[in-house]
């Protein structure tokens, strides 16, 4: 079967296309014929050799999120599977191949009025989204600033945050033309990079919902109300200054709080419940899912040149 490797750390030009055995699907586990496979930050981070002090080796298959239809199941599997479409998450790789195998507690079944290319869009963004703003305890009319909208977490947190009530929602983008489009999607407020946005947006935050991190990401701390609270759900940008912590102590009286989110904190079946009812809303038109653009997966090099060019509004997906 075909799939995309990552040969040399670095640059985009390191993926290649090689062929590799179809998997047996182990005790526990489904292959899956995919569809649609998502291409995450995560994904490009993992390419740079950033992550590399934490396992992840040259000959790594990219890619967390598939769908397709389950083509075989492992032992201790119920055979029903077989012939059925689905979303899964084959971990931190995997993913970038013609078959995946995923772990069975971590597929679910797709409605029929939601494309392969829409569930791998929401399934990982949508869940994050989900989970960060409630880990932000966010509540009906406060305010929300979402930093790096763009992307498929950002996206969706606008989403969540404008249904869930929120009194504004302002988001950093690098375009006019991005800010309209988040508009459109739930967005009251659009600010440049810096977090600046003219006189009309508001002069801080309940809840940040940060996607970026970086060396900047300080700054937006001084951004919260009193009581405010930043959730890091990414670090796209790189880690913020180790002593980004100095900020809240400086501001000991306004009790701001700083923490992290990762969904591999929830549970699979409190993720797929999640999930479940975010693909129906999909599948009723009353959430979006944005995809950039679909890719031939041996376009995979073009698609990671993308993302580090900072070109993508949503989500690419690559098509076996």
Same mark, same amino acid.
């Not at 075989?72 to 479409?85: K, N, P």
């Not at 970038?96 to 939601?114: C, W």
């Not at 977490?153 to 302002?170: D, H, K, N, P, S």
């Given at each position: 079967?075909?799939?995309?490797?990552?040969?040399?750390?670095?640059?985009?030009?390191?993926?290649a296309v090689v062929d590799l055995p179809v998997p047996a699907p182990a005790a526990g586990q489904v292959l899956i014929a995919t569809e649609a496979v998502g291409v995450g930050g995560v994904d490009t981070v993992i390419r740079s050799g950033a992550l590399a002090a934490y396992g992840f080796k040259e000959g790594h298959i990219p890619g967390g999120e598939v769908a397709g239809t389950v083509t075989a199941v492992g032992e201790d599997v119920d055979v029903s599977w077989i012939g059925r479409r689905v979303w899964g998450?084959?971990?931190?790789?995997?993913?970038?191949?013609?078959?995946?195998?995923?772990? !069975?507690?971590?597929?679910?079944?797709?409605?029929?009025?939601?494309?392969?290319?829409?569930? *791998?869009?929401?399934?990982?963004?949508?869940? !994050?989204?989900?989970?960060?703003?409630?880990?932000?305890?966010?509540?009906?009319?406060?305010? !929300?600033?979402?930093?790096?909208?763009?992307?498929?977490?950002?996206?969706?947190?606008?989403?969540?945050?404008?249904?869930?009530?929120?009194?504004? *929602?302002?988001?950093?983008?690098?375009?006019?033309?991005?800010?309209?489009?988040?508009?459109?999607?739930?967005?009251?407020?659009?600010?440049?990079?810096?977090?600046?946005?003219?006189?009309?947006?508001?002069?801080?935050?309940?809840?940040?919902?940060?996607?970026?991190?970086?060396?900047?990401?300080?700054?937006?701390?001084?951004?919260?109300?009193?009581?405010?609270?930043?959730?890091?759900?990414?670090?796209?940008?790189?880690?913020?200054?180790?002593?980004?912590?100095?900020?809240?102590?400086?501001?000991?009286?306004?009790?701001?709080?700083?923490?992290?989110?990762?969904?591999?904190? *929830?549970?699979?079946?409190?993720?797929?419940?999640?999930?479940?009812?975010?693909?129906?809303?999909?599948?009723?038109?009353?959430?979006?899912?944005?995809?950039?653009?679909?890719?031939?997966?041996?376009?995979? !090099?073009?698609?990671?040149?993308?993302?580090?060019?900072?070109?993508?509004?949503?989500?690419?997906?690559?098509?076996?």
């Amino acid at each position: 079967m075909k799939a995309i490797s990552i040969q040399t750390f670095g640059s985009p030009d390191g993926l290649a296309v090689v062929d590799l055995p179809v998997p047996a699907p182990a005790a526990g586990q489904v292959l899956i014929a995919t569809e649609a496979v998502g291409v995450g930050g995560v994904d490009t981070v993992i390419r740079s050799g950033a992550l590399a002090a934490y396992g992840f080796k040259e000959g790594h298959i990219p890619g967390g999120e598939v769908a397709g239809t389950v083509t075989a199941v492992g032992e201790d599997v119920d055979v029903s599977w077989i012939g059925r479409r689905v979303w899964g998450f084959t971990g931190t790789g995997g993913g970038y191949v013609e078959q995946a195998v995923a772990p !069975v507690e971590q597929i679910l079944p797709l409605p029929g009025s939601l494309s392969a290319a829409a569930a *791998v869009t929401l399934g990982s963004s949508g869940s !994050v989204a989900h989970f960060g703003l409630r880990h932000a305890r966010f509540a009906p009319g406060e305010t !929300v600033l979402v930093r790096g909208a763009a992307g498929g977490i950002g996206i969706m947190t606008v989403q969540l945050a404008a249904r869930g009530g929120a009194a504004a *929602v302002a988001v950093t983008t690098s375009s006019s033309e991005r800010g309209e489009r988040l508009r459109r999607l739930g967005a009251t407020h659009v600010l440049d990079r810096s977090g600046d946005g003219g006189k009309e947006a508001p002069a801080g935050y309940d809840v940040i919902i940060d996607v970026v991190a970086g060396e900047d990401m300080p700054s937006f701390l001084d951004r919260l109300n009193p009581n405010g609270r930043m959730v890091a759900v990414g670090a796209v940008a790189g880690q913020p200054p180790a002593d980004f912590g100095t900020r809240i102590m400086a501001a000991f009286r306004k009790s701001m709080s700083f923490a992290a989110f990762s969904a591999a904190t *929830v549970t699979p079946a409190d993720l797929s419940a999640v999930r479940g009812k975010q693909f129906a809303a999909a599948g009723r038109g009353e959430i979006e899912a944005v995809v950039h653009e679909l890719l031939p997966l041996d376009e995979a !090099v073009l698609a990671h040149r993308k993302m580090d060019a900072g070109e993508v509004f949503g989500r690419i997906v690559l098509t076996p």
